[in-house]
């Protein structure tokens, strides 16, 4: 088996990873890098984002400010001293790219501009019209090229991370195009794979969000932090779930009801619909129990309205949700309202590290969205995410390259990569009478029933007997195709695996979590417990199964009191 | 083992866009004939008599549809790569535009150079 | 074809193990809303696990799901069935080789991308404290069109000058040279304008536009590389006249 070694090996090939592999590759031009990614770089999903990446950009603008909507944003859920950390770096990113030549948007006067955003009390959301994160990716992609030390291993799929009692070793990948499995022997492992939204039925991510990260880390022991919140975007597309952004509001777009009311005057006047994602989206959601959504044969739905913007700023301004609006909903926003709903967005969750990427394992990170630090807490604010992308990929790229002085480069247990070998091809024959899809359908459907927006002890017990049943019938999958060159089936079975970890622990966390905080909201339990749950909590893969503790959230400078706007 | 794919040599066929496109580089061949015998002949006589004979009205002919052809395509193919898509009336409207502009300046060269 | 009932979509196979490429038809449940994407994932489900091919955003914006439909190179996730007339035959991309199925190695023109070195490079890196260089939305303009490239290479795959001859530094990676060429805080133009210039160049491309009428972000490569050219024969000129001074110094 072939064996490659690099000082620093990142898995994920999005702003997070590139990120850290610029960093890195930037500040020590002697370190072997690796950027070991299932998809080319470009295809990764950042480049769907499009809203704006927040920084305190502006004289009226404060660091305590960004601070504290962040804050107050994730019902006091995150750790301050990692928002502290983050809010004072955000800038600098937005600068750093902008000298690497992001197309960022601009004001007449040639500076960088900035628009508002939910949650955030000033405009500070820095954007390249509504296509930021496509033009980040593309951007920090092109950038990588320009470094000789960073080696792409484009298309490779990591099936397992190896460690011993002294920290990471390295990982196995399947070479897709070359059909094959090889190992990687590295110093440092950043992990950067994005998040799971895929483990429900109705999402605004790609095909490729499987939270293979998560699962990955998981299984070597790590633990995986406050994956009980999920985060709902208020404005996907009905039947595709394709995200229609934020900026549209925060250009000025109204939601409306059936009635042609902004209807979130009853429910948030102070911010309208400005206000942070979780509670648009149950305002949403109540709109529609309450008979004033409208009804259409993919679901019941509210209306977008952008028109009073005029042809002129949406194009400039707002030219993708234009695109997949025509595209995807068959509605040009210029002349009508565009249909949108709540759809299952983003992981406020993750592999838990501190606020240089580290993990509980030395010589592991992660960054992204994969990691959970914390700043987003139980609810990101729009706009946070490609920020910290940016912010926490660089930290975690600096401190891996640090960390390779210290460390010998590792050895790999020949029988552990042999193992590994003979039970991917255990997996490739499995034999059975179910498909892939129709068992990542069911765990997709558990999940989007008992874990979606309103949440209740009883379904997610219910869920987690469903999901055993699901687990079982997993192993009864067999393949059509058994061939090893570009078996994108036998891909699928394995990100299945990981999003049955991944799926689980949302369970688990969620039924642990006895009260409602930003996105979670448990109907049985519907308010906030800062008693007993201002904390974090904690999965870990024990020896029967996973294991919930909680650890305490970092106080600085805010005090948690109720999150009014 | 990739499978390499050859390209077609009839791959200009596929398209009805392509084969207006060789039609057009094909006009250039004529063009050029009409330019080369042109020279010749003059080189040869000053008094430009042979311009009167059926050999040469003809080949004048070829050459001026053959220009007409290309400019037309040439114009038609500005009008669809612009930066913004334009709808269809403006794209006729452009077209036209220039094909008027053309035909201006066409005369006027004909008034100062020849008469 | 308004009314949901079935349809017959025929897709262009290749595994390596049985030799040559071959044509399968599957039958499938039509609906309004169906894109061929959405065909070929409920084939791969539901009837052919083999079936291969790439996809992630299915919004038009990641570039994976790019194949040819009915002789036209197109992204999968936009293009609808009821809008193309049957029969549909589903091939993957010209010009690359064939993995898979519908999957090709894009590698090289992946590589073509880094050959024209799109970065922004400064004479002097300004440190990050002193905030950004300046664009007014005029100068940012200039460099709209060309940054929509995705990298989907449906261009490369309807480009025959690629087709004919693999040294051609193609569509997309030309686009890339002008998007980074006319940025204004870019200052190391002319390093890039010599990787143009050279054999591989821009001067390959004979204009047949079928690149610009493919893409799907409206990029216009045609234009660009038309652009080039007209910068690349200035750049030509400008070393001939440096070397004829130097010589005539010499002498």
């Known amino acids: 088996m072939e064996v490659f070694e690099s000082d620093i090996l990142i898995a994920g090939g999005g702003a997070a990873g590139l990120r850290a592999a610029l960093a890195a590759a930037e500040n020590y031009p002697q370190l072997k890098i690796s950027l070991v990614s299932k998809v080319y770089p470009v295809r990764s999903h950042t480049v769907s984002a499009e809203g704006g990446i927040a920084g305190v950009m502006r004289d009226y603008d404060s660091f305590k400010q960004h601070c504290f909507d962040t804050i107050r944003g994730s019902d006091y859920l995150a750790d301050q001293d990692a928002v502290e950390f983050f809010v004072k770096e955000a800038p600098r990113e937005i600068i750093q790219m902008e000298h690497w030549g992001c197309p960022w948007s601009r004001e007449e006067d040639g500076k960088i501009a900035v628009r508002a955003f939910g949650g955030m009390s000033v405009k500070r959301t820095v954007f390249a019209a509504d296509k930021t994160g496509f033009y980040m990716l593309h951007t920090l992609f092109e950038r990588t090229l320009k470094y000789p030390n960073i080696k792409r291993f484009d298309e490779w799929f990591a099936t397992k991370l190896l460690r011993t009692n002294g920290g990471v070793t390295g990982l196995t990948a399947l070479d897709l195009r070359g059909g094959k499995m090889a190992a990687f022997k590295a110093k440092t492992i950043i992990l950067a794979t994005g998040g799971a939204g895929k483990i429900y039925s109705f999402t605004t991510n790609g095909n490729i969000k499987t939270g293979d990260g998560m699962a990955l880390a998981y299984d070597i022991g790590v633990p995986l932090k406050d994956m009980e919140f999920v985060q709902f975007h208020p404005t996907g597309l009905p039947r595709t779930g394709i995200l229609i952004t934020e900026g549209a509001r925060g250009e000025g777009g109204y939601l409306l009801n059936n009635k042609g009311e902004r209807f979130m005057k009853d429910y948030l006047p102070s911010k309208m619909e400005l206000g942070p994602r979780d509670i648009i989206s149950r305002s949403i959601m109540s709109e529609i129990k309450a008979g004033r959504g409208f009804t259409g044969p993919y679901g019941p739905y509210v209306h977008l309205d952008i028109r009073h913007l005029g042809q002129k700023i949406i194009d400039e301004k707002l030219p993708l949700v234009r695109e997949v609006s025509k595209d995807f909903a068959g509605v040009d926003p210029v002349y009508e309202p565009i249909p949108v709903t709540p759809v299952a967005h983003y992981f406020m969750g993750g592999v838990s590290t501190n606020l240089h990427g580290e993990t509980e394992i030395p010589g592991l990170f992660a960054a992204g969205e994969t990691a959970c630090v914390s700043i987003n807490g139980a609810n990101r604010l729009g706009s946070n995410s490609l920020a910290e992308c940016l912010v926490f990929g660089r930290a975690a790229g600096l401190k891996a390259a640090e960390y390779c002085d210290q460390v010998d480069l590792p050895n790999l247990n020949p029988n552990e990569l042999e193992d590994e070998e003979k039970n991917l091809d255990q997996l490739l024959h499995q034999e059975g009478n179910e498909r892939v899809a129709q068992v990542r359908e069911a765990l997709q459907n558990n999940m989007q029933e008992h874990a979606g927006i309103e949440r209740t002890g009883e379904g997610l017990k219910k869920a987690l007997e469903n999901h055993e049943k699901i687990a079982e019938c997993f192993g009864r999958i067999s393949l059509h195709d058994h061939s090893k060159l570009f078996n994108t089936e036998f891909t699928s079975l394995l990100e299945l695996k990981n999003m049955l970890t991944v799926a689980e622990s949302v369970l688990m966390a969620a039924l642990h979590r006895q009260e409602s905080r930003g996105s979670h909201l448990r109907t049985d339990f519907p308010t906030r417990n800062d008693e007993k749950f201002l904390k974090h909590t904690f999965i870990t893969r024990g020896a029967s199964g996973m294991i919930t503790q909680e650890k305490p959230v970092t106080i600085t400078q805010w005090q948690p009191m109720e999150r009014k706007y | 083992m990739s499978f390499e794919q050859k390209q077609s040599p009839f791959w200009w066929t596929r398209n009805p866009q392509t084969v207006v496109y060789f039609l057009r580089e094909l006009t250039g061949v004529f063009i050029a004939l009409y330019v080369m015998i042109f020279l010749t002949l003059a080189m040869t006589d000053a008094t430009l008599n042979f311009s009167r004979g059926i050999f040469f009205k003809t080949i004048s002919w070829i050459g001026l549809i053959a220009a007409v052809i290309h400019t037309l395509t040439w114009f038609w193919v500005t009008v669809k790569i612009t930066p913004v898509l334009l709808p269809k009336w403006m794209q006729l409207f452009l077209f036209l535009l220039l094909v008027v502009a053309w035909l201006i300046g066409s005369y006027f060269l004909l008034i100062f150079l020849y008469v | ?251």
């Open chain 3, 1 to 251: 074809m308004a009314t949901d009932g079935t349809q017959v979509l025929t897709v262009q196979r290749y595994h390596q193990e049985k030799s040559e490429p071959f044509f399968q038809s599957y039958e499938l449940r039509f609906h309004e809303d169906l894109t061929v994407l959405d065909a070929l994932q409920q084939i791969k489900d539901e009837q052919d696990g083999s079936l291969t091919f790439r996809w992630s955003c299915r919004m038009g914006i990641c570039g994976s799901c790019s194949a040819v439909v009915n002789g036209k190179p197109i992204l999968m996730c936009q293009t609808y069935l009821k809008n193309i007339p049957s029969p549909v035959r589903v091939t993957p991309l010209r010009n690359f080789p064939i993995i898979k199925d519908l999957v090709v190695d894009i590698d090289d023109a992946v590589n073509k991308m880094s050959d024209v070195l799109p970065y922004t490079d400064h004479a002097e890196e300004k440190p990050l404290e002193d905030g950004e260089y300046q664009q007014t939305p005029k100068q940012r303009q200039k460099i709209d069109q060309t940054s929509q490239c995705i990298k989907c290479m449906l261009c490369y795959s309807a480009c025959p000058v690629y087709g004919l001859d693999k040294n051609f530094i193609g569509p997309a990676a030309g686009a890339l040279a002008y998007r980074y060429i006319s940025d204004n805080r870019d200052e190391s133009k002319a390093k890039r304008m010599d990787a143009l210039i050279g054999e591989k160049g821009v001067w390959k491309c004979s204009f047949v536009g079928e690149c610009s009428a493919v893409c799907p972000k409206r990029v216009d490569p045609a234009l660009a590389l038309q652009r080039l050219k007209l910068m690349g024969a200035g750049r030509l000129a400008q070393k001939v006249l440096s070397n004829l001074t130097e010589k005539s110094h010499e002498l």
